[in-house]
């Protein structure tokens, strides 16, 4: 038995490193918020994100194995060094947004445990939350420079930590869904709140991450893979990703379950607000094993979803894309430190973490259209010929994909514009 489980875990690969930084804490925490707020509806927007998803990590794992050179590369031999580092810059910024969600999450993660300790003054503070922001992000930027074969001990990490949270939130899910009859979200009068579409937009944004698709050209390439393992980066793509929605899809139904019809008391403000529906199964010790599991997610998505930034730039730049390459950690590092930055300004006048985490979540669907848009250019080059050519249901849905980014992108830029007018 045990073997079989080491044959199986030993066959998943680059996609679970995706659907671990995907599902760090800040989408723990939007997708909470969007139960809340939409109801079940809400999971079938989740089950199309991750069906367009599913295609845009298949091409972006096709391309890698297929061309000679990396994506940017790619980019820059074909369009000029110029559209290169163009897309390069957009999933930078799009990263440090989102690694500027991690960071406010981490604090978030970490208030509920302090509550009852003392006075309970411990991180309400800026400086304190300050503080702790500085010791994990110096202690990410250690293990960037001294792990050695990092991507095999980030495989490794993430396979470990993504098994945990479909242990804890099945569990979580079984106990509330159990618990759920008679309750207004399964059969009773639902009573609607005012619903704001930042937290939608910021889940579909975080679900279907066309910067963590992209970022798969790359990863297939440290694996070793090439076109003869095609059928193996298909397999492990469909399965890295229905685990990320499986998992998401766990998180939003109990949310459902336990908030949604009930706004008019129940307002998601804090973690502490949100691990309330963890209450059925862990009772008043919610609040500990919620921001525990907000942590862990925080550590899955915090290491990686930089690197993602620092490769893929410079890449763009055409100073190597290899985790093993000096400039890529150089630039990783600069990408944690831009988005410690905007959560430390965020947490110096902010009330709200869970609305300032779903706000910087729904900001990533603002660079989804260029990087779709690259993906299928390289995936639509005449020179793609015999076994080299991608197949057409591939470039089907990720042709609804790009339609999709950019219904979102202008919904998003119109949304945010509006906030930032009233």
Known sequence: MIERLKKLTGKIGPTIIIAAVVLGPGSILT???VGADFGFPAWFVLALSTFLMIGMVALAARLGVTYERSLCEELAARLGRGASLFVGMVLFLVVALFQSSNNLAIIAGLEPLFEDVGD???????GPKLGVLLVINLFVVFCLF???????????????????MILAFTCNFIVVLYGSIGSPAVGGEVKEGKRDLIPLLGMIGTTFSIGGAFYQGYLVREKGWKLADWREGLRDSIFGICVLGGVTSFILITSVLTFHGRLETVELKSVGDVA???????????????SLGIMAGAFSSFLVNAVIGGTILSDSLGKGWRLSDVMPRRLTCLALLIGMLVAALSLSGASETVGLITFAQALTVLGLPMLAGALLYLGTR?????????????????????????????????????????
């Open 382 to 422: 005449k020179d793609l010929i015999g076994e080299r050519k991608v197949p057409r249901w591939i470039l089907g849905i990720c042709s609804v994909g790009f339609v999709v980014a950019c219904v979102l992108a202008v919904r998003t830029t119109m949304i945010v514009w509006s906030k930032i007018a009233g």
């Open 31 to 33: 997708s909470s918020k």
């Open 276 to 290: 309330r529906q963890l209450e059925p199964l862990f009772g008043k010790s919610a609040k500990v094993i919620f």
């Open 120 to 126: 309970g003054t411990h991180l309400t503070r800026f």
């Open 146 to 164: 001294r792990i050695r074969s990092l991507y095999s001990q980030i495989e490794r990490l993430m396979k470990v930590l993504v098994m945990v």
